[in-house]
Each structure stands twice: as C-alpha cells, then as structure tokens.
C-alpha cells in the first residue's frame, strides 16, 4: 500500500524556519516523483517544489526561490523541505505527493499526482 506521510509543521515567526520530511511507504524513490504543495484558507492548491530521483534539477515556485531546498534521503525513504527566510505568506497546510507519470512539465500540476499525504500545517506570523 502506497501511503505518504508528512512531518515538520509549525508555528515559527518570520524569518524563521522549519523543515518538512515526508516518509513514504510502498515504492521506491526511483519509480515516482515527489512533489510539495501547499493550500492557504479560500486559496487553490498550488505547487512549491518537485524531486525526481534522477539528475534533475528540483523545480521550484517562484515565490520560493532561493528560500526553500527539496532533497531526499534514499536510504529512509524520506524527502525533505527545508524552509527557510520564512513570511507570513508561506502559511498554509503543506502536503506531499508521488507522481507515476515520469518528470516532466507537469510536475507542477497537482493533477499528475497519484499519491497524497495528509498534509502538515505551517503558520508563520509576522
């Protein structure tokens, strides 16, 4: 059974930062893809960054740039987000998910993911 689970949510101020892990279970890092996304109260779900197993670089959203860092750790089947220079605007609940569909494009589109966490909540005040 595929299962995700998120870890690392909190309240910091800003500035600040945390780190989200997300432990799967059921597949291996080099069969899927693993994406982070993150929805705000009244906002859609949108897209933060990406992972592939292969040599690629990890994509990012814009307004994260330069502020948070995806990696992965094979051996603990765990991919990680590390977040840093936090602002209030980063508050929302933070979900990780796996992708069959092979890196691409799409990556972005939470439509291409196959496998959901439950979500983890990160508030960050100012």
């Known amino acids: 059974e595929v299962q995700l689970v998120e870890s690392g949510g909190g309240s910091v101020q800003a500035g600040g930062s945390l780190r989200l892990s997300c432990t799967f279970f059921g597949f291996t890092f080099d069969e899927y893809y693993i994406g982070w996304f993150r929805q705000a109260p009244g906002k859609e779900r949108e897209a933060v960054s990406s992972?592939?197993?292969?040599?690629?670089?990890?994509y990012y959203t814009r307004a994260v740039k330069g502020r948070f860092t995806t990696s992965s750790d094979n051996a603990k089947n765990t991919v990680y987000l590390q977040m840093n220079s936090l602002k209030p605007e980063d508050t929302a609940v933070y979900y990780c998910?796996?992708?069959?569909?092979?890196?691409?494009?799409?990556?972005?589109?939470?439509?291409?993911?196959?496998?959901w966490g439950q979500g983890t909540q990160v508030t960050v005040s100012s």
């Open positions: 992972i592939s197993s292969r040599p690629t670089t990890p």
């Open positions: 998910a796996a992708g069959t569909k092979g890196w691409g494009p799409w990556v972005s589109d939470p439509y291409s993911y196959d496998y």
